[in-house]
């Protein structure tokens, strides 16, 4: 029996399954412009994304377009983009030529707007006056300007001014009302800024271009600033997907903690979700697997930070681990795996094993799922705003609103 002719570069039967693809493929293509109208067409449904079919995801908009062609096999030729007509794509099909036509969906997924809420009332309280620790670049002066225009900071430029004013000068940005602490480098910079808080003169520090290591080395030298507890960063993330803001901790500064530092970390996080008002804060203890085992660590500090916080070693919060990822975020997850907890499907809180662990689920959270991060160090006297450089403005407003709030709930205090 003669073969298939030598030009396919596959079997039939895998030839059969690429051509079925790309004739699904074809089909859903046909359905963009209808989409986006409303209509559908040949009476029938229209086609939306795998992510777009469940009704617990807020898609406000849903397209799918074609790519380049994803050729599957080696020594296939090259095959012309998606603006290649229909015609050109049956003759390709028909000579051989097999490309699986890549389907994108596009979705614009909606955020809850949970910052919002804190950025109005940071609002109401007069601005904070904040270090702004060496701030040299474009992005940190313009960032500095930004919450001083929305009157939740009092920026206090701390670095080397001829520089400050030469990138802000660049930049277009006015510096005339902006108090600036010249000093001549970043290290003195940190070592500045943290005195000005230490003697009571700013009520928070803000990270400029500097480490933030080399910041946080300036605020532990210092006994005054130091607490009982150890320091630990968060992010406060609001994710499209979450019916809550939910805190990631600890993503950047703990990279292996023991168990009395993760009692910090988590006491950290109860506190200042606490200063936002939320009265009892669930935190979830993750780890690999929801059961202990003996040999794996982060399972046993998990049970035990349970216990300790029945015992009021952690205070304000309802404490459960270990649990798996899927089940603290979701319930239905949780009832799956017959897992019983107050916590599994409503975590406020996330108290991740290590660091790595904690940073590929906040990136991952926040590239994969469309989250916003809203990045804070706590456990110092003063909040420590840290941002990152992609951050958008709104997430530089939750952070600065946040750390306000938490400022001011301190002072508070009794």
Not at 130 to 138: D, E, G, I, K, R
Not at 201 to 228: F, I, N, P, Q, Y
Not at 314 to 325: E, M, R, S, T
Not at 356 to 371: R, S, V
């Amino acid at each position: 029996m003669t073969g298939p002719p030598s030009n396919f570069p596959c079997s039939f039967a895998e030839n059969k399954r690429r051509s079925d693809i790309a004739t699904l493929t074809k089909r859903n293509l046909d359905y963009p412009s209808s989409q986006e109208s409303g209509a559908s067409p040949k009476g029938r449904p229209p086609q939306q994304g795998t992510w777009a079919a469940s009704n617990r995801v807020p898609v406000e908009l849903t397209r799918i377009r074609s790519a380049r062609n994803i050729l599957t096999s080696p020594g296939v030729q090259s095959s012309p983009d998606c603006a290649a007509s229909r015609h050109s794509d049956r003759q390709r099909f028909r000579k051989g030529r097999i490309g699986i036509q890549e389907v994108i969906v596009e979705t614009t997924l909606r955020h809850n707007g949970r910052y919002e809420g804190y950025i109005h009332l940071a609002s109401a309280v007069a601005p904070m006056r904040t270090a702004v620790v060496h701030p040299c670049s474009a992005d940190t002066l313009r960032s500095a300007v930004e919450l001083k225009a929305q009157g939740l900071l009092a920026p206090v430029l701390v670095g080397p001014e001829r520089k400050i004013r030469a990138i802000a000068d660049a930049a277009g940005l006015l510096l005339d009302d902006i108090e600036i602490v010249p000093v001549e480098h970043s290290h003195a910079a940190a070592e500045r800024g943290a005195a000005l808080a230490c003697e009571g003169e700013v009520a928070a520090l803000m990270k400029g271009s500097l480490h933030t290591d080399e910041l946080l080395s300036a605020v532990m030298a210092l006994a005054r600033l130091r607490t009982e507890r150890r320091m630990s960063h968060v992010y406060v993330m609001d994710i499209p997907l979450y019916d809550r803001l939910l805190v990631v901790t600890d993503a950047a500064i703990n990279i292996q903690p023991d168990l009395d530092q993760k009692r910090d970390i988590c006491q950290n996080a109860v506190d200042l979700l606490r200063s936002l008002g939320i009265g009892k804060p669930r935190v979830a203890v993750l780890a690999a697997v929801e059961t202990v085992n003996s040999k794996m660590q982060a399972t046993l500090d998990a049970a035990a930070l349970t216990v300790m916080a029945a015992r009021g070693q952690i205070n304000g919060a309802v404490v459960d681990g270990p649990l798996a990822f899927d089940n603290a975020i979701s319930a239905e997850a949780a009832r799956a795996k017959s897992i019983v907890s107050p916590v599994a499907g409503q975590a406020d809180i996330l108290l991740v094993p290590d660091l790595e662990a904690g940073n590929m689920l906040a990136k991952q959270l926040i590239y994969f799922a469309g989250a916003d991060a809203a990045g804070l160090v706590l456990g110092a006297r003063v909040p420590i705003i840290v941002t990152s450089r992609a951050d958008p403005l709104k997430v530089r407003t939750a952070s600065a609103a946040l750390a306000k709030l938490l400022a001011a709930a301190r002072s508070d205090s009794p």
